[in-house]
């Protein structure tokens, strides 16, 4: 039984990760067609495409000016929550992380209504002042929208760095006769470097994965980057262009390896050993300033989160495009037809649970075993299969897409059957793209398991069976549960991979709500946005709130 | 050390027959046509480019009338339902057994690849001889003129506005349109206003010049001209009309100069395995009924027996540009491919 688990956990990711990515390369080569041998044809195509120098080059703007934009955001807000004892922290940090909880897309509707060329804002400056101030619009409306939505990730990096310092530092440095604010920009600021570091290299792969922003936000103002270009490639130009796509995704793919080459090259950040009583945390008194500052955080997230879902929400409840919204002719006739009107809405909704709940239950259980090896039985060839399981998500989304669409859209040799349409071709891509997701889980759970508590188990004279499922799994079901959550979000919510493979027989959600957009249903999609923002919300804070009650541990901390 | 559980294997073994089971699921089989005492029944797939609600009217009609019949509709740009069937030639089947497509140099196209089913709808009685086809491969079924839609808060001299408006230079930046490269009907005014000595390419570029944006469908122009980020246009007439309706500030003119016109035609692909379904899907767009229904919807009808909505003008009496087919299929391609260098996809 040992040896099949093991042979599955070689097998399947060679498989299902390897092959299609190798596939992609051997199309780009021109392998599969008629000519036999490796051609360069495909490159030579997208060398002689005038548009690629502006599309790599918006492509690279956007990644580098949003990634010191979400760095800076980050720092700032991971500083106030942890670092200054403004009222209502914890609240902040709930909305600080709320844009990562949200799919970009949404971020990208709830934005144009709330700041772009008509949005709320300019209509209120419009009524004030007689004219607009500002016209984000194309590549800078695109910068914004990511780096508020990458924010996220810079601040909760940041914030663990901050965290993590151990108090008896800043003690030393007070001791020493510094003022608080030498101390800050001293001993702090210098131990998140490596985190900042870190963020922005993940900031910057995400900017090259995210494929929402630029479809929502690029495509109808004719600004087109990588991840659009490969979709358009595919979707809006039809037949032959599969080798040119593929070509171009292999580019894609190469120009996402920088971060990950960087990656290594990092100090990374020193480790503390964590003994009791340095874990109480020092924070900074602001008197009189806190309020201010209070002030200040406020208007922040007004302006970048709450007043654009709020700019939709209103939007949503409009009569007509146009139309103020007023009292009295505030109309719920938008969510109606969302069932009414389209019935795509209910198969996208059913769609997208069933791959959401089968992706997560499936990555969770593939991740386990291999999880279990890499913590109690490390390999080179166990920690390579944990390097593989990471490519899928390392590349950018639309080139794991095409891969997986280009590999198994063909008929099974011998039948007319195809898996292009239905379900099981997106779950090809869904759970490799998701895979690392499940073994993070489980390796950060076996981590802080001792493995006497199995071994007291087996003792006591219980069946592998009784202590997985009377030991192990108890002791896991908070990281299951956060883990999968996550992995349930981000498939629910997928947009990148289905944008390709959802035949027209099984279309998701995130489709459904990217062709409104294209159709023109500003009011239908504002509603849909709405409603997933909603259950997103619903269910993160659901979960929060119960791991929270389960950990009941409480902050300590020392004011200085 | 570690002795593997047994639950490994036995999630292993799971997997694997989830695997195998959703590889059913992906393997839909199209149910075939059964025709129980003269009822038709089974699945029809429709592949459409008409607006959702539209579209979802008509099948509840349509269904109400053939209760047995499910219908399935996916709807996006007509270019881009294309390119979708020909990703699903890739994977050996189209699914689609009715398509409803924005023009009818788009089913010429598929006609010349042997993809239609040749049928004769014995409801086209009303319809102009000009306007079908001599294959009987597709049918018009409604007419829908291409013109400006206009933002009424931000523009008050309607009468004036023909094609050029568009591209004055005091209009800068002012115009939206859909693009050729998703929808059908863009394509299509394209080709039209390509063959016209007085418009041609030039006009295109004149666009360009004035910083005309491009969104992919006709939708988003109304949206973006009823909300004001636009002032002016280019979009199928009904959608405008509709907009009107709702109460936007936009109105709609057909311009001096002349307006193309698509009649979103019907067709039947071959390889359908329920062609009585599709058959009375034809008939039944075309048919008095059907034609009532497009009327409400805000739709001038192809049937000239059948009264356009209230206060419109009848089809007959707009002056409408025109083309050689054939012409228009040839240089559809290349069309797009100008469309890409100059506006940059």
Redesign the interface.
């Known amino acids: ?2 040896r ?2 093991s042979w ?1 956990l070689l097998i399947l990711p060679i498989l299902f990760i390897i092959y299609p990515l190798w596939n992609l390369l051997t199309v780009s080569l021109g392998v599969s067609t008629m000519q036999q041998g490796i051609s360069l044809t495909a490159y030579g195509q997208l060398l002689q495409d ?2 690629l120098p ?1 599309v790599i080059q918006n492509t690279l703007y956007i990644a580098v000016v949003s990634t010191i934009a979400s760095l800076f955001m980050g720092a700032m807000a991971a500083i106030l929550t942890e670092k200054t004892d403004i009222p209502g922290r914890q609240g902040w940090r709930l909305v600080f992380i709320l844009p990562v909880l949200l799919p970009s897309y949404v971020i990208s509707i709830a934005w144009q209504h709330w700041a ?3 949005g709320l804002v300019n209509g209120w400056l419009q009524h004030l002042l007689g004219r607009t101030i500002w016209n984000f619009t194309g590549i800078h409306e695109i910068v914004i929208v990511m780096a508020i939505s990458h924010m996220p990730i810079a601040y909760l990096l940041v914030r663990s760095a901050i965290n993590a310092i151990p108090g008896h530092l800043e003690d030393a440095a007070r001791i020493a006769g510094a003022r608080p604010v030498t101390v800050f920009a001293s001993v702090v600021l210098p131990l998140t470097v490596p985190a900042l570091a870190n963020a922005a290299l993940l900031c910057f792969a995400s900017a090259l994965d995210n494929f929402g922003i630029p479809a929502f936000i690029g ?4 600004i ?1 980057v990588l991840s659009t ?1 490969i979709y ?1 490639k ?6 032959g262009q ?1 080798e040119q796509a593929a070509a171009l995704a292999v580019v894609t793919g190469l120009l996402s390896m920088i971060p990950v080459y960087f990656q290594g090259k990092i100090f990374h950040g020193p480790k503390y050993s964590r003994e009791e009583g340095n874990r109480e945390k020092r924070v900074y008194l602001m008197g009189k300033w806190k309020w201010l500052l209070v002030l200040l955080i406020g208007i922040w997230q007004g302006v970048t989160v709450i007043g654009p879902c709020i700019a939709m929400l209103l939007l949503s409840l409009a ?5 103020p919204l007023t009292l009295s002719n505030l109309s719920f006739a938008h969510y109606i ?1 969302l069932w ?5 809405v209910a198969a996208g909704l059913r769609n997208s649970l069933l791959l959401a709940l ?1 992706s997560t239950v ?1 990555v969770l ?2 991740a ?2 291999l999880a ?1 090896r890499i913590v ?2 490390p390999s080179p060839l166990v920690t390579f299969l944990d390097g593989i399981a990471a490519v899928p998500y390392c590349l950018p989304g639309m080139v794991v897409g095409l891969a997986v669409l280009l590999t198994w ?3 099974i040799p011998g039948t ?10 997106l ?1 090809l891509a869904y759970i490799p793209r998701f895979y690392t997701f499940g073994i993070r889980t489980w390796t950060t759970a076996w981590a802080r398991f001792s493995l006497q508590m199995e071994e007291a188990g087996h003792v006591a004279g219980a ?3 009784t ?3 009377r030991i192990t799994l108890p002791m896991f079901r908070e990281e299951a549960l956060g883990g999968g959550t996550l992995i349930f979000l981000l498939a629910f919510t997928e947009l990148t991979l289905s944008s390709l493979l959802a ?3 099984f ?1 998701t959600l995130g489709v459904i709500v990217f ?8 009011l239908e999609s504002a509603a849909l946005g709405t409603v997933l923002t909603l259950l997103t919300l619903g269910l993160s804070a659901g979960v929060c709130k119960y791991l929270l009650d389960e950990k009941n541990s409480e902050e300590k901390e020392t004011k200085i | 050390m570690i002795k593997p559980g047994k639950i490994q294997s036995l999630l292993l073994w799971l997997l694997f027959m989830t695997t195998i089971l959703l590889a059913g699921c992906g393997a839909q089989q199209p149910a075939a046509t059964t025709e129980k005492n003269g009822e038709i029944s089974g699945k029809l797939q429709v592949y459409t480019s008409q607006p959702d609600s539209d579209i979802s009217k008509l099948v509840a009609g349509f269904t109400k009338k053939y209760p047995q019949i499910q219908v399935e509709v996916f709807r996006s740009g007509t270019e881009e339902v294309i390119a979708r069937m020909n990703t699903e030639m890739k994977a050996g089947k189209i699914g689609a057994d009715v398509l409803f497509l924005a023009d009818a140099p788009t089913f010429e196209a598929l006609k010349v690849q042997n993809l239609l089913l040749d049928y004769q709808s014995g409801e086209l009685k009303g319809v102009k001889q000009e306007l079908l086809d001599t294959d009987h491969m597709y049918s018009p079924t409604k007419m829908i003129p291409i013109g400006i839609v206009i933002n009424t808060n931000k523009v008050k001299e309607l009468d004036k506005v023909d094609w050029n408006t568009l591209s004055e230079s005091e209009n800068k930046g002012q115009t939206v349109m859909p693009s050729p490269l998703y929808s059908g009907a863009a394509a299509y005014n394209l080709g039209i206003f390509r063959n016209q000595s007085e418009l041609g390419w030039s006009y295109y570029e004149k666009l360009k010049d004035n910083q005309v944006m491009v969104v992919k469908g006709n939708g988003d122009v109304i949206k973006r001209v009823a909300s004001g980020e636009k002032s002016f246009g280019i979009v199928v007439d009904f959608m405008a009309f509709n907009a009107v309706k709702q109460g936007s500030p936009v109105a709609f003119v057909y311009p001096k100069t002349g307006s193309a016109v698509i009649t979103e035609p019907v067709g039947i692909v071959k390889t359908t395995q329920n062609a009585a379904a599709a058959k009375a899907f034809v008939d039944f767009v075309l048919s008095a009924e059907g034609q009532q229904l497009a009327v409400q919807q805000g739709y001038l009808p192809v049937n000239k027996d059948v009264n356009a909505p209230e206060g419109r003008q009848a089809a007959a009496a707009l002056k409408i540009l025109n083309a050689p087919i054939k012409k228009l299929v040839e240089q559809r391609d290349a069309n797009k491919k100008d469309f890409t260098v100059l506006f940059g996809g």
């Open positions: 039984m040992k099949i688990v599955c005038p548009q502006t772009g060329p008509v495509i109808p103002s004719g087109t270009l358009q595919v979707i809006g130009l039809g037949n599969f009569p007509a495009y146009g139309v037809s009414t009107d389209t019935p795509v089968i499936v259980l593939l386990w075993p279990r109690l039985a859209i063909h008929p007319s059957f195809s898996l292009y349409g239905g379900m099981t071709i779950l069946g592998p069976m202590v997985t499922r035949g027209s027989q279309p062709s409104m957009e294209t159709a023109g249903r500003a």
